[in-house]
C-alpha cells in the first residue's frame, strides 16, 4: 500500500464514526463486530506507531542521511532540510511541488491530531468493562463489576459479536428496586422529550404545538405504531414512563368493554400500549379516560365500584388510567394541556389517576426477550373528537 493510500485511509479512520450511539427514538444503529472493532484497533496501534517513528525521524534524521536516501531513490535533485525533504522522500515527489508538500504537511497533522485523540481514548478507557475495548454483557453487569459506576453512556455486546453504545442508569430509575445492590444498570432503549428543542416525533405521529406544548398525537379511528430496539441485548424487565395529554372526549377502554372480542391488536383503548414481539406481547397501557369522576365505562375502571365492564385479559392490572377533565359533562374539543396524563398528579377527588403508582411502571416479562418494544397510540374515533399525545417516553430494560 502506498503511503499516499495509507494517508487516505487513516483520515478516513479518524474522520469516521465508526460506532454509533444508540439511544431513544435514535434509528440509526451503528454496530462493529468485536473482530473488526480488534482489526481497528491493532491496525491503529501499527500505524501510531509507524506514524510516530516516522515523525520521530523526520525531527531528529541528519540532513546527510537524507541526502544519502535521496540520492538513491529520488532523481538525485537537490534536497533540503525538514518537512520537505521528508514528504519529497516518502511520496517520491519533488520539493518544488510547494502545494502538493503543504496539502500533505496538513493532511499529517491531521491525522496526528486525530490519532492521538483516539490513542487517549484507547488508553484511558482499556480495561473498564463497559469500554470500547472492553464491552460488557449489559448494563448490571457493569455495575456487578463497578459497584460504584455511575449512569452514563457503555459499551454493551448487542447481538453476538457485535457492541453498541447504549446509556446505562445505574441508578433506581423507575423505583423498581428495594436497594442499589439489587436495583439499578437498566438500559436505556427510549427517550423522546418533546420539552427539547427540535425534537421529532416518530414517523407517523402528529407533531402538534398547542399552549407552550409540543407534543406526539394519534391518528384517526386506528393504532399508530413506532419501536425501539433493543439492540438485541436480551432483557427480562422493562420499566418507564410516558407523560401525555388528552384532547377531546377520550373512551378509556370503552371499545373493549362494548366488544370484548376486540384483540390487542386493534384500537381497544383510548391510549398509547406497550407490547413486545408478534404477536404482541403486552408491557403496559396508558388509558385516558373520559373524565375522573364520572362512573360510566369510559372512565377509568378503578374510579368507582360502579364501573360494570370487563378489562382485557390481556391487560391485567398493567395499565395506568388517567383523565384530564374534572367535570361530568361533555369536555370541550380542545388540548387539556393543564393537566399531564399518567403523572400521578393532579387527581380530584374519586380519581384513581394513582392506581399502580404512575408516574414510573415496572413489569416484569414471563420471558426473557430480545424483543424491540412497540409503541402505540390507539383511538377509535376521529381526531376532530378525541386524541391521546404524548409528551415525554422514556423506557428502559433490564
Ligand atoms: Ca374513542
Ligand atoms: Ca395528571
Redesign the pocket.
Known sequence: MSYAAIFCLLLLLSATSVVGTVDGNDSTTECVSQEELASVKAEMERRVDQLHSQLHYRQNVTVGILKDHCSSTNTGGAVETGDTVFMSTVFNITQNDADIIAYLEKVNQTINERLDSLEDSINSNDNKAGSFLNPAHNCSHILHQHPQATSGHYWVQSSPGYVVKMFCDMERVCGCDEGRGEGGGWVRVANINMTRPNENCPAGFRKVTDSGKTMCGGQSSRCISTTFSSQGLLYSRVCGKIIGYQFG???GL??YISDNTVSIDTSFV?GIVLTHGSPRAHIWTFVAGHDQISTINEDCPCNSNSFSGTLPPYIGNDYFCDSAHTVNNQPPLSYLTNDPLWDGAGCVSGSCCTFNSPPWFCKNLSAPTTDAIELRIC???GID??DVLFEIVELYVQ
Open positions: 372526549r377520550t373512551n370503552l371499545q383510548d383511538l377509535n374515533d373528537d378525541e
